[in-house]
């Protein structure tokens, strides 16, 4: 028997795979909602579903290798047809933070060459406004201590993210600093100001970039909402 929470993840990932159709490209998300989404791409593979994928961080590919979930990459097409991927917070207007797990850089790449992006996420992850949830900064590791001042200027209060003792380093040899803000009411002009500063690689701020948001709830059902 699976804990609620997980089941309105499974329910979330498993309904946004029926999005999918022969022949796409599709991009694989990162973290623990999005794993549900790859499982059920790779039980449709193995039923014989023919689409190639896009992994957005070295886990996801890992695990589409051992589902057998042909992979590609941009260096063979630069367009996707949809991305399915988890969010840590969804506003009622489907803006979305990322990067709870570190891979939002290579997650805001495959989502901004995707024509659809679809985000899933359990019902406790949809909020009125963005911002309890701290927003996870991708930082060149040079400078970072200075990098990091400037992000506080902006009104946060920023974390070098950690593992363990050492300092957390992403898939792309950065670092991250999370940044709580508290309430994130322009989420485009935070964005912004967040990309002015040099060091800065990318946000988890993910502004009007979600085509359709799938919800999955504890009893295991879904809802979809869209733009
Ligand atoms: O960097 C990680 C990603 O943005 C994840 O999609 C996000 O943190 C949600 O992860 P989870 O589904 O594990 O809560």
Not at 63 to 70: G, Q
Not at 89 to 110: P, Q, W
Not at 139 to 165: D, H, M, N, Y
Not at 213 to 219: F, N, P, T
Request: proline share 4%.
């Amino acid at each position: 028997m699976q804990d609620p929470i997980t089941n309105a993840k499974r329910a979330a990932g498993e309904k946004a795979a029926s999005f999918i159709r022969p022949g796409m490209i599709v991009g694989l998300g990162t973290g623990s909602t999005a794993y549900w989404a790859i499982q059920k791409i790779g039980a449709l593979v193995k039923d014989g579903l023919d689409i190639q994928a896009i992994a957005t961080s070295e886990a996801s590919a890992a695990l589409a290798r051992e589902l057998k979930i042909p992979l590609t990459t941009f260096a063979e097409t630069q367009r996707l047809d949809i991305d399915i991927d988890g969010a840590d917070e969804v506003s009622e207007n489907l803006d979305v933070i990322k990067g709870g797990g570190g891979a939002l850089l290579r997650e805001k790449i495959v989502a901004y060459h995707s024509k659809q992006l679809i985000i899933i996420a359990d019902e406790h992850k949809y909020v009125p406004t963005l911002g309890r949830f701290p927003l996870a900064v991708e930082v060149i590791p040079f400078g970072w201590e200075a990098t990091g001042s400037k992000l506080q200027s902006l009104g946060c209060r920023p974390l070098l993210r950690a593992k363990g003792e050492e300092i957390f380093i992403t898939d792309n040899g950065n670092y991250i600093i999370d940044c709580s803000f508290g309430t994130i009411k322009e989420p485009q002009l935070i964005n912004d100001a967040l990309h002015n500063i040099p060091g800065v690689v990318e946000t988890g701020l993910f502004v009007q970039m979600a085509d359709k948001v799938v919800l999955g709830y504890e009893d295991g059902t879904t809802e979809v909402r869209e733009k």
